[in-house]
């Protein structure tokens, strides 16, 4: 009898789809979001919901989610780090389909960010740690406080905010062109630095879109993905890792690396079995421009200070070594406020060679997403083939 | 100031009532003797729970920051957004005050001292360019 693990392709995504709909959605509530994206996940996956027995989600509730769509669930991961939420879903459903507990497992995510239709209410806690001594300085918002360390960065790296420019304008050049993102015409280092600061160093281009949409994962074992109508567009999970600093920006160990993208992104690439030369498309997770400057860096894929260069050169554009954030990423694709499902949604897409900007020959996706500003990290390792 | 007004919890009162006196009061581990903060009943660095609270210098430096122009409640702005590090080795969010918000008033590593600006019921711990630096 063979034993199925978490890692090494035995679990696979069989089923992967946004939202009918992305960008301004007012006459969709955030939980039909939730469900557009997951019946549309389920019939690329050529299943229903009477085949799901397992209900991953971050927002609402997973039992809301499960019992919204009419689903019998036997495990249930209500696991909430914020925009990498789905990344641990994905890592924590392997192992629960390798374990038995699940058979197949749905992750979803829907979030109404601009219209706001029936989303809760927001702000922190005035009596928790984070209400107590980072909001009452106007810390509070993604763009006044995911946004503090970048400084540092930049300054200790003898970088200035024109290297968050760069991030903007080699992104943008991934969107050009594709309907559902929200930033699609090519820009320039010298119009996004002159825009007017949202919270300088950061302009306007450096800060993510906010929008409205979803996105829905299936998996289960490579075993059944097999049979499945879909199984030749199975993509399957290599490794992963997941990790988790302060959920307060202030107490980060380190304002010029994130301990957890360190942790988490090795224990992917170890668990895979893999080293950074195997990669060869790249998804990290940008709410704000500094976000792919510290990821390449603490993920390894360059050395201390070359993120910039490595960037502006050309490397993570077309035609580049590392693809990076191939659907515009946060900054100009979409971004609803937990945007890590978009960003594993376009590995898949990327992997199955059906992305709108596709590259040649993708076969191995890192998958970098970070939550609740620099408080959690989680790492994906997909490829469209088994080892 | 920018934000919403704290709550305080019994283990951040004396914090808070510290700032209500113009002193800035955070913890220290008599174990291993480092300063601490957020204020917690133990030290998140060692463990131990022989823990006191000290009235520390107030001395601090610029980590990193932001200068929010976008509206925020209750704020003028633009209004500057800090990461400070304390003399005594702990990091805080804070405001920097007593300067016009522009980054070449605001280099890394500027020496700050702790002053105290009154908002509702609470005094609330912000920093201002040391003296002879401006």
């Not at chain 1, 301004?24 to 509530?29: E, F, I, Q, T």
């Not at chain 1, 299936?218 to 997941?242: F, N």
């Not at chain 2, 000290?54 to 509206?71: E, K, M, Q």
């Amino acid at each position: 009898m063979s034993t199925t693990s978490m890692h090494g392709g035995d679990i696979a995504i069989v089923g992967a789809s946004e939202t009918t709909g992305i960008g301004s959605l007012p006459d969709v509530s955030m939980l039909n979001l939730h469900a557009d994206a997951a019946r549309n996940a389920l019939a690329d996956a050529g299943l229903t919901t009477k085949d799901v027995d397992g209900v991953a989600t971050a927002g609402p509730l997973a039992m809301e989610v499960s019992h919204h769509l009419g689903i019998t669930p036997r495990w249930l991961d209500g696991t909430m780090v914020g925009g990498c939420s789905f990344m641990l879903h994905v890592r924590h459903a392997a192992a629960a389909i390798a374990a038995g507990a699940a058979d197949v497992v749905l992750v979803t995510h829907g979030e109404s960010g601009r219209s706001r239709v029936g989303m809760g209410g927001r702000g922190p806690n005035p009596s928790s740690p984070q209400g107590q001594f980072e909001a009452v300085y106007g810390a509070v918002t993604p763009y006044s406080t995911f946004t503090v360390p970048a400084l540092r960065f930049l300054h200790d790296r003898g970088l200035d905010r024109e290297a968050l420019a760069q991030v903007v304008v080699t992104q943008r050049e991934w969107a050009v062109g594709n309907p559902r993102a929200s930033r699609r015409t090519p820009t320039t280092v010298e119009a996004v630095l002159e825009q007017p600061p949202v919270a300088w160093p950061f302009s306007k281009d450096m800060c993510c879109v906010v929008t409205d949409g979803g996105g829905a994962l299936v998996l289960t074992s490579a075993e059944r993905a097999a049979d499945l109508p879909a199984g030749d567009r199975a993509v399957y999970l290599l490794g992963s890792g997941e990790s988790a600093e302060a959920p307060m920006v202030s107490q980060m160990a380190d304002p010029g690396s994130f301990r957890a993208f360190r942790l988490a992104s090795a224990e992917a690439l170890a668990t895979a079995g893999i080293a950074h030369a195997d990669v060869d498309h790249l998804m990290a997770y940008d709410a704000f421009a500094h976000l792919p400057l510290y990821m390449l860096e603490d993920i390894g894929f360059v050395g201390r200070g070359e993120s910039r260069d490595f960037i502006a050169e050309g490397h993570t554009g077309k035609g580049g070594r590392l693809p990076m954030n191939t659907n515009g990423g946060g900054l100009s694709y979409t971004h609803t406020g937990m945007y890590g499902m978009f960003a594993i949604q376009e590995a898949v897409r990327q992997l199955r060679g059906e992305a709108f900007a596709q590259v040649p020959g993708v076969r191995t996706s890192f998958v970098q997403g970070v939550g609740m500003f620099f408080a959690a990290a989680g790492s994906l390792v997909l490829s469209n083939s088994r080892p | 100031m920018p934000g919403p007004t704290p709550l305080p919890t019994p283990d951040t009162a004396p914090y808070w009532e510290g700032a209500a006196a113009g002193e800035l009061r955070i913890q220290q581990c008599t174990s291993c003797t480092r300063h601490y903060f957020y204020p917690r009943p133990f030290c998140p660095n060692c463990g131990s729970a022989e823990v006191v609270w000290r009235v520390v210098s107030g001395r601090a430096t610029l980590v990193s920051y932001v200068i929010n122009h976008r509206p925020i409640p209750a704020s003028d702005t633009p209004v500057v957004i800090a990461l400070v590090q304390l003399e005594e080795g702990p990091q805080m969010m804070s405001n920097i005050v007593g300067v016009e918000p522009e980054p070449e008033n605001l280099p890394l590593d500027l020496p700050l001292q702790v002053t105290f600006e009154q908002r509702g019921d609470h005094a609330i711990p912000v920093f201002a360019p040391a003296e002879g630096t401006r």
